[in-house]
């Protein structure tokens, strides 16, 4: 059986989470507690190197890190992938959008905020994060006018991935009051058949 | 023909340019100065709403952003992204473990230094950037410890995702000394056939 080694409370982790369910494949969770270093132990480190969670493990063992490199190997041949060449690569576009632009800012300001981690360290870093992450959002805002989905008109990985934190985004403070296209398109992919909150692990 | 919204500094730039001519696709290159703002102009939003380049336009004005993504567009069918599923996803990983790990350390601190932007509100940010960027080419070292390549023992958009701003790591003040497999595997790559140099344009 697949083998998602994850932390509930990551949205990476639920992005895997959510497109295994979606795929009906059936896989067994381990739980890392990151706030504690869970990932950063010897054994978990033979799993993945960089020390982060989601890490899919196979059956034979081979382990594959990075949420949306996991995301892109689930999807290959499925229809949360694109079968255009020209569509597939704007999926990818906005996969790297998602871990550069978008998850720095919205993801680390609701991981900092809700577990109340802002130090003398963080705190000249939050003013950034919150214009970037607005930044992305502004992006996903003039995208989403007039479309459904971000790529296709299509339910993707793309969306998956965007999805994971933009939904939890006042988690992090963020206030999506003025994004309508963001706020239906998150409706749009809520209520696709198959859908799982973040909170089911 | 092929045209390549870029800007000769950018490493990001740079592995687009390094692969189209590896694959010996002829292009044309559109120059911007991103220090005046020339990436955030109505014009060039309409290319890529995220206002970065590189930007690849393909002959019927459709656009590609996002470096990594057009590195997967281009190498799709041919020996720089491996035929194996499982390579390919190990690929993937790798390419996104360079834009969250990598290149927001290495090549953010390398813009700063030469361009002399560090700034009150940047000042704060160097010593994270910089431990985090020894963190990701402790990893790098680590796997390629006995390997000759990071995927399938083959040259492939991994290594020119991640060559592209640890050959520069210098130019942001970082010692690569201690990093000899690092070393070894950079001169691996400037030595495959076809290679050029950054500051080929």
């Not at 795929?23 to 969770?29: A, C, I, N, Q, S």
């Not at 206030?175 to 749009?188: I, N, S």
């Amino acid at each position: 059986m697949l083998r998602l080694h994850d932390c509930a409370f990551s949205g990476n982790g639920y992005k895997v989470r959510l497109l295994l369910t979606l795929l009906g494949l059936p896989f067994e969770r381990v739980e890392y507690d990151i706030l504690r270093g869970a990932t950063r132990t010897p054994e978990f480190l033979r799993l993945n190197p960089n020390g982060r969670v989601p890490v899919l493990e196979l059956e034979d063992g081979r382990c594959l890190a990075e949420s949306n490199a996991i995301l892109v190997y689930l999807a290959e041949g499925t229809r949360f992938l694109p079968q255009d060449r020209f569509e597939r690569a704007l999926a990818m576009q906005w996969l790297f959008f998602e871990q550069y632009s978008h998850e720095p800012n919205l993801a680390t300001l609701r991981f900092w905020i809700t577990h109340r981690l802002i130090d003398e360290e963080r705190r000249p870093m939050v003013e950034g994060k919150r214009r970037w992450g607005y930044a992305a959002l502004d992006v996903m805002e003039r995208h989403l006018a007039g479309r459904r989905y971000f790529v296709g008109e299509r339910y993707s990985i793309a969306d998956i991935a965007l999805y994971a934190y933009t939904h939890v985004a006042d988690e992090g403070e963020f206030d999506l009051a003025r994004y309508g296209a963001v706020r239906r398109w998150l409706e749009r992919v809520a209520a696709e058949p198959g859908h799982i909150a973040i909170t089911r692990v």
